[in-house]
Nanobody
């Protein structure tokens, strides 16, 4: 059973930055693609970004392109989401999820394991 734990959320002003971390349990964790998703109140969960097991392939939702950067450090079993130029509409609970295969897709059913989420609030 793969375990994922998100951290790094918080309250930030518009235009600010946050870096989210997703700690993946070490055993076999390096073989999994990781996706970041978010869910705002009253809205459906949406994909934000994803990365393959080696870190060489990434994909982003149009709404975050140029502002968010996904990366991973397999030595630390951690995937990061650097979020810059944050907007109020980025406010949501952010989840990381693991998939055995990288597809570049944000279809939630492709992801087998999920973390518990971390709250990001962008407000002045």
């Amino acid at each position: 059973q793969l375990q994922l734990v998100e951290s790094g959320g918080g309250l930030v002003q518009p235009g600010g930055s946050l870096r989210l971390s997703c700690a993946v349990s070490k055993f076999r964790g390096d073989f999994y693609a990781i996706g970041w998703f978010r869910q705002a109140p009253g809205k459906e969960r949406e994909g934000v970004s994803c990365i393959n097991s080696s870190g060489g392939l990434t994909n982003y939702a149009d709404s975050v392109k140029g502002r968010f950067t996904i990366s991973r450090d397999n030595a630390k079993s951690t995937v990061y989401l650097q979020m810059n130029s944050l907007k109020p509409e980025d406010t949501a609970i952010y989840y990381c999820a693991a998939s055995r295969f990288y597809t570049g897709s944000f279809y939630p059913k492709f992801y087998n394991y999920w973390g518990q989420g971390t709250q990001v609030t962008v407000s002045s």
